[in-house]
Every structure is written in structure tokens, then in C-alpha cells.
């Protein structure tokens, strides 16, 4: 698949670079996709969440009233789940969300969402850049450069680049990671993906081993 590589002027540079079809090009798996972000939002869970039972709470443990003779129903504790202020009965308790997936099908979710994006033409390849200073506005310039001044993108570059980070920062509507960084969730929660030359091959190697 070849794709023209465009500078951040977003100016065709000349340079075509071909995209691997067997990471680019395969039939995406909307399965490996949905288990790898169903993990990915569980791993998010801190699972701190914690209610009170009926041993938990402090109270008299008097018995209310006598068992018998009072017309009304037997009454054991002030702490019991029917009272105000009682214990619950099956409430959350602190746990662990996170489960395990396979890296096979990890990296299948992910090369399926990458694949997506290459067949709804929201791929661009751009040339290595980078900006004298951190400033959004040179940030702003480029993704206008594109036309995805309203689109969500995501711009995925080979290493950490902290004038390019930190110019991209204030604006909610893109995200700046490396390619180690890269995953199905991240992926699919931007409309345009912005991969550069370097990045594209690192992504195509890691896939290969």
C-alpha cells in the first residue's frame, strides 16, 4: 500500500512510502479489537470502591425489643441492612479488574485498527519534524496545514519529542505519543492517525518479530 509523505506544511514532499499489508492491510478482527479495549478500560479501574457491612458498623448490638408479644416483626440488631444507617447487603468491595490477554491477540486488535484506519483513508504520513520551541500555535498551524483543524488526532511519532509534546498539550482535540505508546484503544479514539516515516518503521518491525 503506498501512501505519499506529506511535510507539516501539508505539501507532498515527493517521497512515497510503502505500508506493510500485513500490518496495514489485513482484515481487521473487530473481536481482538473488543477484548483489547475491554482490558484496556478495565486496567483504568482502580476497583477502591467499598461499602459497609452489617459487621462493619458501629453500633449498639442491644437486642431492640423483646422477641415476642409486641405485635411487630423481630428485631435483632440496629445494624441490620432494613434499618437506616445499616449495613449493605452485597455491596462493592475492593477487587481487581485487570485480566490477562495474549500478546498474539494484542497485536492483532491493534494491527486490525490500524488497518481500519488505512482503509477509511484517515492514515497521513508526515516527514520528521520538529519545532524550535514549544509553542501551540505552531502545533495549531500544522494540524491546520492537514485540515484537521476539528478532527481528533493523533500524532504518533518514533521518540519522545518535548517541543512537539508540550506545543500539542493545551489542545483537546490531539495527542502526541511514540510508538511503544501505540495501542487499540488510543488508536481508535482518534479520528485521523498522523504516523511519521521513522515511526512507521518501528511499528512495522515491532510487528514482525
Known sequence: MEVKVVDITGK??????NLSPSVFGITPNDHAIYLDVK?????????????????EIS??????HKQKG?????????????????????GPQPRDYSFKLNKK?????????????AIENNLVVVDDFSFEAPKTKNYLSFV??????????LLVMSEQNKNVY??????????????SELST?????????????????????????
Open 12 to 17: 507532498e514532499t515527493g517521497k512515497v512510502i
Open 39 to 55: 482490558q484496556y478500560l478495565a486496567n483504568q479501574r482502580q476497583g477502591t470502591h467499598k461499602s459497609k457491612q452489617r459487621n
Open 59 to 64: 453500633g449498639s448490638t442491644r437486642k431492640l
Open 70 to 90: 409486641t405485635g411487630g416483626s423481630r428485631k435483632g440488631s440496629i445494624k441490620s441492612p432494613v434499618f437506616r444507617g445499616g449495613g449493605r447487603i452485597f
Open 105 to 117: 491477540l494484542k497485536a492483532l486488535a491493534r494491527m486490525s485498527a490500524l488497518s481500519y484506519k
Open 144 to 153: 491546520n496545514n492537514l485540515n484537521f483543524a476539528n478532527s481528533k488526532t
Open 166 to 179: 508540550l506545543a500539542s498539550r493545551n489542545l483537546p482535540k490531539a495527542k502526541v505519543i511514540t510508538a
Open 185 to 209: 484503544y488510543v488508536l481508535l479514539n482518534s479520528s485521523k492517525l498522523l504516523l511519521t516515516t521513522s515511526a512507521v518503521k518501528i511499528i512495522e518491525e515491532s510487528f514482525a518479530k
